[in-house]
Structures are given as structure tokens and as C-alpha cells.
């Protein structure tokens, strides 16, 4: 450790205490990186309605991964700047899919009728079920599968994932299509990741 500043070192013990199951760790480190995080998503996305709803996004996978398993992590400061970007870029994508970006969900929200509003309220109910029922099985299948299925679902290809997971690309490729498959049988559905 004698090559090592004290940042990396705070970290590491950060990390060991949230693998331990300490809460108030957990939150001491995303409360130290907030800002570095918060920088980055303004730099991305330069909309502060969008702003606050991706570092919400970031802050609860950020969470959520580490307190499943947060031994493995060599730099907690690298690791959440790319869950940052990687939040940020899946926005940008759906955004560009959608050919729009919510900065005028203001005014298209008072088009839409109530009726409208439930629907699309129900839908969006509907698909966080089914994520959520996804992600059970995933958790069922182990924690092999669940950190391939977070590296995919931050849209990281099979080569990137192989890197962070510092396995084969191909062992990657062959996780998610276990997952595929599973899935599939269960819904009758893919769980691909949007696009």
C-alpha cells in the first residue's frame, strides 16, 4: 500500500465497510463523489430537469451494486464515473430514439388528456414490474449473471464487460445468452437492453 494516496485508501476501506454491510459507508462514498458525478451528467446532458432524474438513476445503481457486492471494485472513483457516463449515454440514446428530450415534457403533459396520462402511467408500471421480475430471476441464477446483466444493462458491450469483469468476452457472450434463455422462457420475451 506504500505507493498509494490517502483518496485510494479511504475508498478501499469505504469499500470493505459497505461489503461488511454498513449503510453509512455506502452513503459517505456516493456523498463524496456527488459532485464529481453530478459534474459529469451536467456536462453530458446540460438540462437540470434531466440533470437531477439521471443522478437519481446513477445514485440507485450505484447503490444497488454496491451493496450486493462491493469487494470486487478496484477504484470506487473510476467505477461510478462510468456508471455516470454510461446512465447519461443510455438517456441520450432513448432521447435520440424518441427524437425528442424531455425539456418539453412541460408543455406536452398539458396536451395530453387524463386518460392519456393513465395509460402511459400504467405502461410505465407495467415495464417496471417486469424489470423488477427480471431481475429476481437474474439474482436466482447467481451473482455471476447479475454482474453481467448490470454491465449490460449500463449498455457496455461484451468486450467492455469482459474488461471490468476480467473474464473472456466470450464467457460474457455466453452469460447473457443464459439469461436470454431463461428469460425467454419465463415471459416469452428478451431482456435486450434498449437501444
Known amino acids: 500500500m506504500a505507493g498509494k494516496n490517502f483518496t485510494n485508501l479511504l475508498d478501499e476501506i469505504l469499500l470493505r465497510r ?3 454491510g454498513d449503510d453509512n459507508a455506502l452513503e459517505t462514498l456516493i456523498k463524496k463523489y456527488e459532485w464529481l458525478l453530478k459534474s459529469i451528467i451536467h456536462y453530458e446532458i446540460k438540462n437540470a430537469r434531466e440533470e437531477a432524474d439521471i443522478y437519481s438513476e ?14 470486487d471494485i478496484a477504484s470506487a472513483e473510476q ?6 457516463r454510461s446512465k447519461c449515454k443510455a438517456f441520450l440514446i432513448d432521447a435520440k430514439k424518441q427524437g425528442i428530450i424531455r ?28 424489470i423488477d421480475e427480471v431481475w429476481k430471476i437474474v439474482e436466482e441464477m ?36 443464459k439469461i436470454r434463455k431463461i428469460v425467454r422462457e419465463r415471459f416469452g420475451v428478451s431482456p ?4
Open 18 to 20: 459497505i461489503h461488511n
Open 58 to 71: 446513477t445514485r440507485l445503481a450505484i447503490m444497488r451494486r454496491l451493496r450486493r457486492r462491493a469487494d
Open 103 to 130: 425539456n418539453t415534457a412541460t408543455a406536452d403533459a398539458a396536451l395530453l388528456t387524463v386518460e392519456e396520462q393513465m395509460q402511459s402511467y400504467i405502461r410505465n408500471h407495467y415495464q417496471q414490474e417486469r
Open 142 to 177: 447467481g451473482s455471476i449473471y447479475v454482474d453481467v446483466l448490470e454491465l449490460w444493462e449500463l449498455q457496455l458491450t461484451e468486450a467492455e464487460s469482459a474488461a471490468v469483469l476480467k473474464i473472456r468476452p466470450n464467457t460474457v457472450k455466453s452469460r447473457r445468452n
Open 79 to 84: 467505477w461510478m464515473k462510468q456508471v455516470a
Open 192 to 195: 435486450t437492453p434498449k437501444k
